[in-house]
């Protein structure tokens, strides 16, 4: 019973983070300020959801039971990855010339710039370890975690646990803690370990918290709204909208109405002028998945270009002769009104970028695969690659999926769920 809960949750928690994070904001800016733009992004996050659950169906014809295979050859496998990603961080330590975070802690300075002279200033052999932490903590860390919780003693997991998460938020990225920890609390909370849920908790606050206090403490962070520019009007959003009432002016001619048009708009939830740490978090959180999917269509139709296909992605651009359009560092430029050389990203939800390069049908043919991939997974029953699934769809959430397949993990862990599991004739219970 537990284990077809667990199996059922893992599936929808997609659908549940497009409608929570992206529906139903793109819902009220739509009908409250009569925004085209957000109404566009409402019908995509719809396409997206019936074409996930589309896939999922399909994904019943497909398929067979599998169970976890970590015996032999392919368990040395296993323990060359685990040291692979152990080792991926303590080359960067050396490259970077120590740890971020206790650069922070020890001599201060800025958090964000420490993350990205950690992660994105590299080069050679440094940028090569950064490509292997990547597709790892995204790819191998999340079903991992819980294969070495069933299979080790607790005290051994527990210490294992600790390092992974210290590793993780050690250039204060709290977001790859949670790649760790989501995983394995899923399983812990459909097992009804209550223990063992306790520690882990424990574990992942104590470290998030004194990563969020670190990288609250800059001013800078906290003040970004006054950074971004005014966003001129154009022509197309107003020749759509419909006459709503409070969009005449005196005279009876028509004004543009659209959210982008208010104040500091990217912060509903948080004052700019008070500077609230809670306010900013829950923002950050309940505001700002759906305010990234429409600045990045926002920024696209103001650029006034064609769909960019392949463009989207660096691999593929390069492969079928497109103009690559960095698409995630030109809109955080276009938010933040930063140079060139800004090195930031605007982390969208997958359907953002598969709007803006296939428009609806690519909407629709990307999550049928999602939709296909998770009902596989789920469909093979082995539950370490299952809870994985909740926190792939977080970072579905914050990516695109050609970035998530090819440098966000997804394919590894696909091949993953392949090579550590072998079918079975009939259904056995499996890890």
């Known amino acids: 019973m537990r284990s077809i809960l667990l199996k059922q949750a893992s599936f929808w928690v997609l659908p549940f983070f497009l409608i929570f994070f992206i529906a139903i904001q793109a819902y009220i800016s739509a009908f409250v300020y009569g925004d085209y733009l957000a109404l566009t992004i409402l019908l995509v996050a719809l396409v997206a959801l019936v074409s996930y659950l589309a896939g999922g169906c399909m994904s019943l014809l497909i398929g067979a039971r599998r169970e976890l295979n970590v015996d032999g050859w392919k368990g040395s496998v296993f323990r060359l990855l685990c040291g692979l990603y152990l080792g991926s961080y303590l080359g960067l330590y050396y490259y970077n010339g120590g740890v971020p975070i206790l650069e922070l802690y020890l001599h201060g300075g800025v958090s964000s710039l420490l993350r990205a002279s950690f992660y994105k200033e590299q080069e050679g052999v440094a940028l090569v370890l950064v490509y292997i932490r990547s597709l790892l903590t995204r790819g191998f860390i999340p079903f991992a975690i819980v294969v070495l919780f069933c299979t080790k003693t607790r005290f051994k997991f527990y ?25 394995l609390l899923f399983f812990q909370l459909v097992a009804r370990l209550k223990a063992d849920i306790i520690r882990t908790l424990a574990i992942f606050a104590l470290l998030f918290c004194f990563v969020s206090y670190l990288s609250l403490g800059d001013k ?39 959210l982008y048009n208010e104040p500091n708009y990217q912060f509903e939830f948080y004052d700019v ?6 306010d900013y978090m829950l923002n950050r959180v309940v505001w700002i998945p759906f305010v990234t999917v429409y600045d990045t269509v926002l920024y696209w139709k103001k650029s006034s270009k064609p769909m960019l296909v392949f463009g989207v992605n660096r691999y593929l651009a390069s492969l079928f002769g497109y103009e690559f359009s960095d698409l995630e560092r030109q809109v955080f430029r276009f938010q933040y009104g930063s140079g060139e050389g800004s090195l930031g990203n605007a982390n969208a939800a997958y359907i953002a970028e598969a709007y803006v390069g296939f428009g609806y049908t690519g909407v629709a043919i990307i999550s049928l695969i999602v939709g296909l991939m998770y009902g596989w997974v789920v469909r093979a029953g082995v539950l370490p690659f299952i809870c994985a699934l909740p926190v792939i769809s977080f970072g ?21 769920v392949l090579f550590f599991s072998r079918k079975v004739k009939r259904d056995l219970p499996c890890l």
């Open 159 to 183: 210490v294992y646990l600790i390092v992974v998460c210290c590793l993780s938020v050690s250039a204060m990225e709290k977001s790859l803690l949670i790649w760790a920890v989501a995983p």
């Open 396 to 416: 579905l959430l914050s990516a695109s999926f050609l970035s998530m397949l090819f440098s966000g993990g997804l394919m590894v862990f696909l091949i993953c």
């Open 273 to 278: 002028q008070e500077q609230n740490k809670l």
């Open 220 to 258: 800078d962070d906290l003040a970004v709204g006054s950074a971004r520019p005014a966003v001129p009007e154009v022509g197309w959003l107003v020749n759509e909208l419909p006459k709503f009432p409070h969009a005449q002016s005196g005279n009876g001619r028509v004004m543009p109405v659209a």
